[in-house]
């Protein structure tokens, strides 16, 4: 008995040491960026809880092992036979019945974590999302306008009903914990409440092709007036733009043509459209092109017909499908871009 005592509170001090080192190593509560949505409180309980059983189960298994390596260790000379035990009942009661309810225990609090990240609000506003290689895009249907960025007000839930139209993503943004996968032909349900304003990214989590690394979005939580405002200032761009120009900047992003076409001459996965309209192109086969009406229509509805010399091949656009109205708008907002 006495030396399951000692065992018993070694076992203790080495759970409460292995605690406290994670803790102190940022592992038991900074490991993860801050937390700023109502939603990761119970996440990070959760996964407090976790490292307390993994620091015990740590201990229970080393200490005893240690115990016996140095107290039970045959001494110099001693060639007797250890003594033989048939088993012994309570332990193996204890190994069994401890386990149960500790799976019992964190299965509850995952219900319950679970249940407060997807506990609806009445009140929650709704945006649309729409993943596709290798960018996102926001509608928010209440206002009627897209945007390449997510705002959300500080306090009130949004519900995101995100979709995508290619391949499986993942909408994950650390700070506020939760990760939801998107995908083709299903609307999944994202539920947030954001707590604390500032900036923030959206990453893919599933990998979803050559520029999965750099699927991000910004995501810009305010206060409710500074929210209203930048909800105002998207309604005034929307409403103006009913050019051919306007129309042809919001078909792409509302399309994620973003995502591959930079608008600054920087470099994605495909040709930036800064200053492309009227450029001499060199393609994959070695002939050369002038950028035109033509030539871009012909790229949208078949990207593999001409691929420009560095790009690869086949191309990792999809074809796309478009009203002549339409094209002529893109076509149009491409000659602006100078």
């Known amino acids: 008995m006495r030396h399951f005592v000692i065992v018993g509170i070694l076992v203790i001090a080495m759970a409460v040491l292995t605690y406290v080192g994670l803790d102190a190593a940022g592992v038991a509560s900074q490991m993860h960026p801050v937390a700023a949505s109502a939603q990761a409180a119970s996440i990070d309980q959760l996964w407090n809880w976790e490292i307390i059983a993994m620091s015990f189960l740590f201990a229970l298994i080393v200490v005893p092992m240690l115990y016996s390596l140095i107290v039970f260790r045959r ?58 290689q290798f960018t996102w895009t926001f509608e928010y249907p209440e206002y009627g306008f897209v945007s390449t960025e997510l705002r959300l007000p500080v306090g009130r839930q949004a519900v995101l009903k995100m979709e995508s139209v290619d391949v499986i993503h993942s909408f994950w943004v650390p700070e506020f914990r939760v990760k939801q996968d998107v995908v083709p032909g299903r609307v999944t349900e994202y539920r947030i409440t954001p707590t604390l304003p500032g900036s ?101 509805l078949d990207p593999n017909a001409k691929i420009v010399s560095g790009f690869p091949s086949p191309s990792v656009m999809p074809p796309y499908q478009f009203t002549d109205d339409e094209l002529a708008s893109i076509v149009a907002y491409l000659k602006t871009l100078k």
């Open 75 to 132: 001494k110099k000379g001693d060639t007797t036979d250890a003594e033989h035990i048939e088993g012994n009942t309570p332990l193996e009661i204890a190994w069994t019945v401890g386990p149960l309810i500790l799976v019992v225990f964190f299965a509850y609090m995952g219900a319950y974590s679970l249940g407060e990240v997807r506990r609806a609000d009445p009140q929650a506003f709704e945006v649309k999302v729409k993943a596709q």
């Open 200 to 300: 923030y990214k959206v990453r893919c989590a599933e990998l979803c092709g050559t520029s999965h690394a750099y699927m991000e979005s910004p995501i810009v939580v305010t206060t409710q007036a500074d929210y209203d405002s930048w909800v105002a200032e998207q309604q005034a761009l929307a409403a103006a733009a009913q050019t051919p120009e306007g129309q042809g900047q919001l078909l792409s992003v509302k399309n994620g043509c973003t995502g591959c076409h930079s608008l600054d001459g920087s470099a994605l996965t495909g040709p930036t459209w800064f200053g492309m309209y009227g450029k001499e192109e060199e393609l994959a086969d070695g002939a050369t092109i002038t950028v035109d009406d033509e030539y871009i229509v012909e790229s949208i």
